[in-house]
């Protein structure tokens, strides 16, 4: 049996909060990234199309994207 090892995850909105970043950046920066980067999808009756949330190895994706994306618009 695989367990997941995922324990919890932050929205996007609290990443960018966390980050010091504007929300919508980073959902422009993360809405390429996979599961496999730590991204998945929350779903509840506020967000029935789903929210960006991150689980603590994609929000350290998210920040070398975020590296990666201001070295590249210089």
């Known amino acids: 049996m ?7 995850v932050c929205t ?3 990443v960018a909060k966390d980050l010091g970043e504007d929300v919508d950046l980073l959902a ?3 809405i390429d990234m996979e599961p496999e980067d730590g991204l998945i999808w ?4 506020e967000h ?3 929210t960006m ?3 603590q190895f994609g ?3 998210l920040r070398n994207l975020i590296e990666i994306h ?3 618009t210089k």
């Open 2 to 8: 695989q367990v997941n090892k995922v324990h919890s």
């Open 12 to 14: 996007l909105a609290l």
């Open 28 to 30: 422009d920066i993360a």
């Open 42 to 45: 929350v779903y509840d009756p």
């Open 48 to 50: 029935p199309d789903g």
């Open 53 to 55: 949330a991150f689980s």
């Open 59 to 61: 929000i350290e994706s």
């Open 70 to 72: 201001r070295s590249t």
